[in-house]
């Protein structure tokens, strides 16, 4: 082990936001030793701006719960952490974890269940990459480490602590982390990783929570570095495993809406990680919605049908909360609409609160090259831009052109009823919430297979299989995640 001295790796206490030193000070004050470690140290030590800091100490949980008191929530029961509320930011406080007993490992090497508490020294055996396990003392501005890992750091490589087999077997997530901080950082990978990081090993990665995949892949949408990170999911074979039934092939479309992600991120604007999901899934659902239409399905089913089904696959490899899969569908939605608008639509759309989301979709087909967008990306842009007086101009010339259109595409026998009300009606039709009886009755009965024919209406029944999905159901109870889980 060596000490360095804080200053000389660049760490200084004036970088620390004071949510941090108050935890590290309130428990060194109680007599506990208290670090800051992990992706904090990491961070400043490459110039970068932390995500959050952790801490970590001797004290077990409930002591941290005594120093704290009302402030401090512990969480977890399989892999107990303690939740300091300092200011209006949230400290996850470690304690130091010794290896998990022979008992409490599934027959492929899985830790399941993890409370043993330690010393640093195992502590730091227990962390996956040499550039995470660093601790370092603010107040005695020192840095402890264990493992040359600053040399690491120098150097730009990844370096997982012990055997990178066994590593990678204890929590197949890591290979996700390799990526990821490979990409985040710009660092290579150590050439013993490279060995073992084989289509084989991935598959490991089955064995893990669909919620946790899709934290995961969360993880990896809004690190910042998501277009390095997207070719690196293929050639490692962990594409396979996040997204099953997408190709893997980085389309311009995909690539376009990643260097977005990425470039909103750098400036710091705001991004929701389901957005990209609804790229990823987006050729999936086209074919899917032409496969009911084969089938005689009316537009507007074969899209809530396709939507649901690509959704429902997608959650066998990561379960993407229900909340964000409407978001997903509703984007889709709107493609239609903004494609097509009733001239007298066009305004409310523009205000929908969907409309920003489906709009900056549209537009990254359309720059993409899709042409099946007809320039309507462009159209919006402009009309965004517009006084009143020109959107009124513009609709009209709009409705003009339709008429046009329609004339030549001679659907004179497809009349269009009038409408006269602006209001849009819902993108998608939710699942109504079902009482506790019809829970329970569901129960008693066996899962009705999906469905994939038509049903012959426009609107999909509230009880049809479809919607009734199927979770995945794994051993969570059991799995504990790794230290922030
Ligand atoms: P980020 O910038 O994403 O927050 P991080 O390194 O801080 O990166 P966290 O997930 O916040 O990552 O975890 C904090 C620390 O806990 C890590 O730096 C590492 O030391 C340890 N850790 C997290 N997950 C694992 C894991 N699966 N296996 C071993 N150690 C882990
Ligand atoms: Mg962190």
């Not at 469905?451 to 049809?464: L, P």
């Amino acid at each position: 082990m060596q000490t360095l001295h804080a200053s000389k790796c660049g760490l200084s206490t004036a970088q620390l936001p004071s949510y941090i030193l108050d935890v590290i000070d309130a428990l060194t004050k109680a007599g506990f030793e208290a670090y800051i470690v992990g992706g904090g140290v990491r961070d400043l030590m490459l110039g970068l701006n932390p995500k959050d800091f952790d801490a970590v100490t001797n004290a077990t949980p409930a002591q941290v719960k005594e120093v704290f008191g009302r402030r401090c929530r512990i969480i977890g029961r399989r892999f107990e952490l303690a939740h300091v509320y300092s200011g209006r930011e949230l400290v996850e406080v470690a304690t130091f974890r010794a290896p998990p007993k022979k008992a409490v490992t599934s027959a492929s090497g899985m830790i399941l269940r993890d409370n043993n508490w330690g010393t640093i020294e195992q502590d730091f055996a227990r962390r996956d990459f040499s550039i995470n396990a660093m601790y370092y003392q603010p107040r005695k501005g020192i840095v402890l480490d264990f493992c040359h890992a600053i040399d690491d750091i120098k150097n730009k490589t990844l370096r997982l602590l012990g055997d990178p087999t066994l590593r990678f077997e204890e929590d197949p997530v890591r290979m996700l982390r390799t990526l990821r901080f490979a990409a985040k950082l710009n660092f290579s990978i150590a050439p013993d990783i490279l060995e073992v990081f084989t289509p084989e090993m991935t598959q490991l990665l089955r064995d893990i929570s669909p919620h946790r995949l899709y934290d995961e892949s969360q993880k990896l949408f809004t690190m910042g570095h998501l277009n390095r990170v997207l070719p690196m999911l293929i050639d490692f074979d962990i594409w396979r495993q996040l997204f099953a039934d997408i190709d893997p092939e980085i389309s311009t479309f995909i690539e376009r809406a990643a260097i977005n992600t990425d470039q909103r991120i750098q400036i710091g604007k705001t991004i929701n990680p389901a957005f990209f999901y609804a790229v990823l899934l987006w050729k999936p659902f086209l074919e899917r919605c032409e496969f009911y239409a084969n089938k005689g399905m009316v537009a507007a089913e074969a899209r809530a049908q396709a939507g649901l089904d690509v959704l429902k696959r997608q959650a066998t490899r990561t379960i993407i909360p229900r909340f964000a899969e409407t978001f997903i569908r509703e984007v889709w939605e709107m493609q239609t609409r903004l494609l097509s608008p009733k001239p007298q639509q066009i305004q409310a759309l523009s205000t929908h609160a969907r409309f920003r989301a489906g709009f900056d979709f549209l537009l990254l087909r359309e720059k993409s090259g899709d042409q099946s967008t007809q320039g309507m990306g462009t159209w919006w842009d402009s009309y965004q831009l517009m006084s009143t007086d020109e959107k009124e101009r513009a609709i009209s010339q709009y409705n003009r052109q339709r008429a046009k259109s329609r004339r030549k595409a001679q659907t004179g026998d497809v009349v269009e009823p009038k409408s006269v009300s602006v209001e849009i009606e819902p993108l998608v039709q939710e699942t109504a919430p079902r009482s506790r009886r019809e829970r329970s009755r569901d129960r008693s009965k066996p899962e009705r297979p999906v469905q994939m024919v038509t049903s012959g209406g426009s609107e999909i029944r509230a009880d049809h299989p479809i919607l009734k999905r199927k979770r995945v159901k794994r051993d969570l109870n059991q799995v504990v995640f790794g230290p922030t889980q």
